[in-house]
């Protein structure tokens, strides 16, 4: 890894491009953007009320480390009666005050829009490459589409969850941590090629 970012520095975010052997991609790599990103956390015990709620206006939660995608949303259970929410086309603002709107008294927000970086992972090579460092197991036995974790990967904390079968992973990671975890990902796929877009020309 040393002599593949050796340029880069490591307070800073890998720069887009190719890295590996030149003309092979096993792996892509790309920033998403234009996320609204919120913490649900139900109030002691209306966890399930608040679920039963939710579901009912078309916001789906599961109580249990669980990716759901409907049109306008994602929901990611990362603890008992705790989710991530994800929206498309709206700013944290908007997405507080809906999720306001349906929770009541029975939840506490936060925006979390500004405070990760979130990176979506796929090709053949992808789930070998992961597997050199995220302490899950990844065969799609034990893990497929819609399931999701907590957990670290090269001392990062992160949440990721597989979004298809493809297969095609989204990690979340704290901004100030996204470097070092990039960093990793890259010298990890390097082997098999890696494309990484999003993340600006350095």
Known sequence: MSDLLAHVPHTRLVPEGSYGPEGKAGVRARQVLGLAVA?????????????????????????????VSTMAFTTIGTGPGRWLILAEGMTGTALLAHLGSLAGADATLTDQSDANLIVEVTGPDARATLAKGVAVDLHPSAFGAGDAATTVVS????????????????????????????????????????ALSGTGRG
Request: proline share 6%; aromatic share 12%.
């Open 155 to 194: 001392h990062v904390g992160v949440t990721f969850w597989q979004s298809d079968a493809a297969p095609a992973y989204r990690f979340m990671v704290a901004r100030s941590f996204a470097p070092a975890f990039l960093r990793w990902l890259t010298a990890s796929a390097a082997e098999f090629g890696i």
């Open 39 to 67: 913490t649900l956390t139900a109030r002691k015990g209306k966890a399930a009320d608040l679920a039963r709620r939710l579901c009912a206006a078309g916001l789906p939660l599961v109580d249990a480390p669980k990716a």
